[in-house]
């Protein structure tokens, strides 16, 4: 194979018909589409795992703002959810308890 690819080679830039091709450049030649070969598999493994790693990250940050989401919505619940106790809480009393400011007032 790598004989014929050189031959070819010397063929179509028509510089030499009839070159002895030795043995040291065979295995020379050998070497190189070996090499070549190897990066280019390497290098498409590469992409392939990228690809995957930037899928997983999409997957992952789509979780992640979907669980923060559910986190806000289940904060808001329990947010209303105590200040209609609250609310009731005072109706019943008629007092009022302010935490910011830590004053209580009554109100009647």
């Not at 014929?4 to 063929?11: A, F, G, N, Q, T």
């Not at 179509?12 to 065979?26: A, E, H, L, P, W």
């Not at 619940?77 to 809480?89: C, V």
């Amino acid at each position: 194979m790598a004989r014929r690819v050189v031959k070819d080679h010397i063929h179509v830039v028509k510089v030499v018909g009839n070159v002895d091709i030795s043995r040291s450049m065979v295995v020379f030649v050998r070497g190189t589409r070996a090499w070549y070969r190897n990066e280019f598999s390497m290098k498409k493994d590469k992409q392939e795992q990228d690809k995957k790693a930037q899928k997983r990250k999409a997957e992952e940050d789509k979780l992640s703002e979907l669980q923060n989401e559910c986190k806000l919505k289940t904060d808001m619940t329990q947010l209303t959810e105590n200040a209609k106790k609250m609310y009731d809480k005072s109706e019943s009393t008629r007092s009022f308890f302010c935490n910011t400011r830590q004053c209580t007032a009554k109100i009647g």
